[in-house]
């Protein structure tokens, strides 16, 4: 009875027949987090799977909008040859957008006439080659229907007639010059030129304008009278000046400064007014444009 209380009670004789339970527990518990860590894992793969899996861009990347450099003489697109200019950010085959069309030229407005006369004395010698840049005239060298005139001028001056009958004279009181005439190649000095006599006779200029300022000189006289010179600009303003000497001759440098379209005519007409003795007459000697 002793020996089988003893068989029963003694040390280890709980083990025998049951697991140890706080081993198993742990056993238990480290199994359980091995699984849980495994699931977790797998779980974080099959995400990063599927989202691999259905990545997109909505936007190209960079490097995809690039353009390629178009090789030289290639069909279709410019080369370095035709003068062309890439120009960056552009697709292939587009062209940089035309340049707004520039606005109409506006034609300049037309030119506005302009006039003034003055009276000076004459030099006592005139050098029309210096004085008439753009064209000169001398009356009197070769008789009372010739003239003498400036080599290559532009011919603006035109002698347009006038009423009475026309005299050369060779005592002027100053002399004129000129190195470039035609068919007077040159003079040193002459004194001459042509007259008119009596009421209403006279002589007419034409000068062209040209669009620009010019300054026409008109060398003229008178014997014993009153000589009227009427100047005009076609289609503009009008002056008239008038000189007078009853006695003896008196000669004066017309100065006309004017400005007309170009083609206009500016118009001169020197007359005598009023005979102040026998043959009262108005002279020309020359005429100088610059």
């Not at 030229?105 to 840049?133: C, H, I, K, N, Y």
């Not at 040193?188 to 304008?209: E, H, I, K, N, Q």
Request: charged letters at 25%; aromatic letters at 4%.
């Amino acid at each position: 009875m002793g020996e089988e209380d003893r068989s029963r009670t003694g040390p280890g004789s709980h083990r025998e027949g049951r697991p140890n339970t706080r081993s198993a527990l742990r056993r238990l518990r480290r199994r359980r987090r091995l699984a849980l860590e495994g699931l977790a894992a797998f779980l974080c793969l099959a995400a990063l799977v599927a989202y691999l899996g259905t990545e997109h861009h909505d936007t190209p990347r960079e490097e995809s909008a690039a353009l390629p450099v178009a090789p030289t003489g290639r069909v279709g697109l410019p080369s370095e040859g035709d003068g062309a200019v890439a120009t960056p950010g552009l697709r292939p085959r587009q062209r940089p957008p035309s340049p707004s069309p520039s606005p109409s030229t506006v034609a300049p407005s037309p030119v506005a006439p302009t006039l003034a006369v003055s009276r000076a004395e004459v030099p006592a010698t005139v050098d029309l080659s210096a004085v008439g840049a753009v064209d000169w005239v001398h009356w009197g060298l070769l008789g009372a229907d010739r003239t003498v005139r400036k080599r290559g001028g532009s011919g603006a001056i035109r002698d347009e007639g006038g009423r009475g009958r026309r005299e050369s004279y060779s005592n002027n009181p100053e002399e004129y010059a000129w190195r470039d005439g035609v068919p007077v190649g040159s003079a040193s000095g002459t004194m001459s030129g042509v007259y008119t006599c009596d009421r209403g006779s006279g002589f007419t200029l034409a000068v062209t304008a040209d669009g620009q300022p010019r300054t026409l000189h008109l060398y003229a006289g008178l014997w014993m009278a009153r000589g009227r010179l009427d100047v005009r600009v076609a289609g503009g303003p009008v002056s008239t000046v008038r000189m007078e000497d009853p006695h003896t001759a008196l000669t004066a440098d017309f100065t006309i400064r004017f400005r007309a379209p170009r083609g206009a005519k500016l118009l001169l007409s020197w007359t005598v007014e009023e005979s102040l003795g026998q043959c009262g007459n108005v002279s020309l000697q020359a005429a100088a444009l610059r």
